[in-house]
């Protein structure tokens, strides 16, 4: 009896011991320091596979005791399928919260003010974090798998950055960026100057990408913006040099030539009235904003002054003079 009493003991503190270190464990930072470590839990995956999974991603983690630890929390049958990282000083417990609450190892892609469609796509499909499920697509198909109203795709997704799970879908990058501009223009629309000459939303987009395009400083974008809306009023042409470069597509080697703009396509403002059929490129919040409130000015001409910032004229003399002094001596 005295036996069985002290082996029951014996093994009740034994009991007492594994269970003492095995709750010590599920505290202790798996890595304590170094680079995070990735790895993904596939789908259907229970406790003890996803442990598996884990440590053979190279998580220095025993997949019994984590199914052990999964089991023991209740959270064993609520683990997320999907792609994570491993972040030195994170517990085992803290790793269980991390798969049930779906916190995935975040990418980011950033789509710049001024860049083309081309651009961004060709961003898109070059980001090794996306799942590349549009890249078959063409830019008219493209828009209808987004439910859109517009076939063309230029100057209809919203420059910005964008944080994803790795293996997320391309065409939720594009969903996002396409809902994210259309809100923006819509707002810039709903607080728009009065006595704009534009027919809709969409001709203001486009000289939105213009103003986009023509300067890299923000603080003259109103400035542009009232340039090319006082020359819309006058039916004046537009002159752009950016509309021609755009309609050049792939021919444009660089340089701007006289024969370019004597070239005429349906973006040559040198040739053609009006705005331009569509967008030039991928207008951010202050180009949109400066399309929609220009500046209050007659000016109907500018030139550069060859330090990132423009000389603007109300009238030709002016203009020629500010030429002369600003370009030709160069």
Known sequence: MAFITKTIGLGVLVAAAAAGGFAWWS???IVGEG???PFTISKGSGAHAAGQQIAEAGVP????LF???AR???KSGKLKAGSYELKPGTTPVRLIDQLVRGEYAQESLTIIEGWTFRQMRQAIAGHKGLRHDTVGLSDSELMAKLGSDYKQPEGLFFPDTYLFAKGSSELEIYRQAHTALLQHL???WEQRTADLPYADKYQALT?????EKETGQKSERAMIAAVFVNRLKLGMMLQTDPTVIYGLGEKFDGNIRKKDLETDTPYNTYMRNGLPPTPIALPGLQSLGAALAPAKSGALYFVSRGNGTSQFSDNLTDHNRAVNQYQRKQ
């Open 27 to 29: 505290k202790q930072p």
């Open 35 to 37: 680079d995070s470590i």
């Open 61 to 64: 983690i025993q997949p019994l």
């Open 67 to 69: 199914n052990l630890l």
């Open 72 to 74: 023991f929390t209740g």
């Open 186 to 188: 819509a707002a810039a």
């Open 207 to 211: 000289m939105a990408s213009i103003v």
